[in-house]
């Protein structure tokens, strides 16, 4: 980062930096977060640090801060802090990060800082040209053979080093992200909430114990453990889906060996996908790609989720969003192959019309449909490029 000062941080850049960016308006152009009203001053959404569907991250825009209501999250902060969480910085870096983000001054000589060119009270000045710091991958150790993995209804208590206390939890779904050795890495664990919602841990082994995994950085991709037969099979068709459940109702109901479709979900649903680790697809797919030059058609299923619009009147089309997330977030791995950016295909099917909000793969399994069916509507209900159904260039940023 240009510029990095010497000596100790002004206190001022610290009220600079929060009378430049708004805390909700920081929030929705890093995490891509859409804020409902709560009540008074407060705003609610899905809590972009984990999977939900039922809002629990409050955002008191009297105050300038946040908070995550949800089991097992209860992060917290202001602007600053937020940035430091979801760009996995020390404190110091995110007041930086944040100076360049509201277009102010990051220089300082330990003596006086220069002042600010410009600050708006009012709204954030952003400047478009200074990229994220880049994420890296999680170090995750495969979990031993001799560990018994948790069981679906049986209760299993995972520590929370940061919060100093355990997790309890009954799982009604047990996730396995494996490598492509087949060898575990870590878990998400879901179970029901009193209200109805859905509660999430990810939680991964270490030091003879289960403890909960934050992932600062980018996250395993969930399916991966079938890309050796795939790749072996010379397979040319990729579909990714939102959600674990649905990556494996998908998986069920079309087989890599005779359909050739290998099945992917991201963690963290998505407001994480900028985070998804797709870079052992990717090289694999490059390494591939010199020898076999095969095509590889990837195709996006979201879920079935309803358009609305914002609070500023803008349309916004949740599945057409899914889908130019999951591109974006791909190709930042893919530029760095550009043989394989080349012979990369993108397409999105259109879930069925009369079929409730959310519907996805794993209800079309529920409704007893076949694989041949799911087949038959990839087929016929798949908008492509020339489409006119198709977002334009405009529409694909994230």
Known sequence: MKGRPRGPIPPTWISEVKAALPLRETI?????????????????????????????????????????????????????????D????????????????AGLPTEWDGRAARKPTFVDSNR????????????????????PDSVDLPRLGEWVTIEDEQRSRPIRIKPTHVHVYRNEQNYPLCLVL??????????FVQTGWQAGRWKLIRFPGLRPIYGLEDMPEWCQNRGEKILIVEGETTREAAAKLLPLASTGYLSLTTMGGG????RADWQ?????LAEDQEVTRRSIAITVWPDADLSYEDQKGHHIDPQFAYFNRVKASLMTF??????????LTFSRVKPPK????????????KECWSGQKLLSWISQSTVTRNDPEYPSHSDLTI
């Open 124 to 143: 954030a000045m952003w400047r478009q040209t200074i990229p994220p710091p880049p994420l890296r991958s999680v170090a995750l150790k495969a979990i």
């Open 334 to 343: 893919v530029d760095r192959y550009p043989s394989l950016a080349n012979s």
């Open 86 to 101: 979801w760009h996995s910085l020390t404190f110091r870096e995110a007041i930086l990060q944040a100076r360049e983000l």
């Open 280 to 284: 052992p697809l990717v090289k694999r």
């Open 28 to 84: 929705e152009r890093l995490a891509k977060v859409k804020f409902d009203r709560a009540d008074g001053h407060q705003a609610k959404a899905c809590c972009p640090f984990h999977q939900e569907r039922t809002p629990s991250f409050f955002v008191n825009e009297r105050t300038g801060r946040y908070r995550c209501y949800g089991a097992s999250c209860g992060k917290h902060g202001d602007v600053i802090q937020f940035i430091a």
């Open 354 to 365: 009369a079929v409730p909000k959310g519907w996805d793969i794993a209800d079309a399994m």
């Open 190 to 199: 879901r179970s029901p909430t009193q209200k109805g919602g859905k509660f």
């Open 271 to 274: 407001n994480a996908i900028n």
